[in-house]
């Protein structure tokens, strides 16, 4: 098993559980323990863990993974997710993105559409598309699109979601409108609306909700239920929830009670 890989199940072993085991991780990942106390140790110099005297717990009291080690979390899901967002923005709209691993594959869903940078869009010349982003991964992949107009929020990025926050971001979000705003969340609750798990992201995210005409949240249904530290906005806020199929009945019908209208891929 190399590295990274061994890196990606420790830490998915402490988003899981809060903690993890030097000994039950090397038996489980069928390698020494002096390899998973040097993969605790650099993961922790990384600030992504906290070792502790036989192992390691959950960095600080939200737990949140860094993005590059999301990425293969629910892969299937967000990329059918990603699709199916794609397909709600039509060809002219100004569409805001938040950051996360979700809405990175609406992102690249919406990169392939022909009618978006197929030959007939790229012969009319202009825009087929306006992205607001404050996340730099996701600038960074649609900016080589020519039929897209990237607009990049400014802001202090932060190295776990890639994500620009702070008054530089918020100054940009007072001064447009969208016609959709795409959000990724860390968790979304029937009682409490949505929630990331920082508050400088919350803070960008809540505004890019409120300049928007329509609200879709993009979420694996991991996600449903769960609380994280900063709320973003209430459900009265958000339109459309796009999540996979494995999102419970009657969580389904409790999204629709709220005027949430739920798409399942």
Not at 238 to 259: N, P, S
């Amino acid at each position: 098993m190399s590295r990274d890989a061994r890196w990606d199940a420790l830490l998915e072993l402490v988003g899981k559980h809060g903690r993890v085991d030097v000994e039950e991780a090397a038996t489980a990942l069928d390698v020494s323990a002096a390899t998973i106390r040097r993969d605790l140790d650099q993961l922790a110099e990384q600030h992504l863990l906290t070792r502790t005297r036989g192992g390691a717990v959950a960095h600080g009291v939200s737990y949140e993974l860094a993005l590059r080690y999301k990425t293969g979390r629910h892969a299937p899901e967000k990329q059918a997710i990603g699709r199916a967002v794609s397909g709600l923005v039509a060809v002219g709209e100004v569409v805001g993105l938040t950051g996360g691993t979700t809405v990175t594959e609406v992102a690249r869903a919406l990169a392939v559409r022909p009618d978006i940078v197929g030959e007939t869009a790229v012969a009319g010349g202009q825009p087929t598309l306006t992205v607001v982003t404050n996340a730099l991964n996701i600038a960074s992949e649609l900016a080589i699109r020519p039929q897209i107009k990237m607009v990049v929020t400014g802001g202090v990025a932060r190295p776990q979601s890639y994500e620009l926050t702070g008054p530089l971001a918020v100054g940009v979000m007072n001064e447009i409108t969208l016609d959709v705003a795409v959000l990724g969340v860390n968790a979304i609750d029937i009682e409490r609306g949505a929630y990331v798990h920082h508050e400088g992201e919350a803070s960008v995210n809540r505004l890019l909700a409120e300049r928007a005409q329509r609200v879709v949240v993009a979420a694996d249904s991991s996600k449903i239920g769960k609380r994280a530290f900063a709320r973003v906005c209430d459900l009265g806020l958000v339109d459309v929830l796009v999540t996979d199929t494995h999102i419970g009945a009657e969580a389904r019908d409790r999204f629709g009670e709220a005027g949430v209208q739920v798409i399942t891929v």
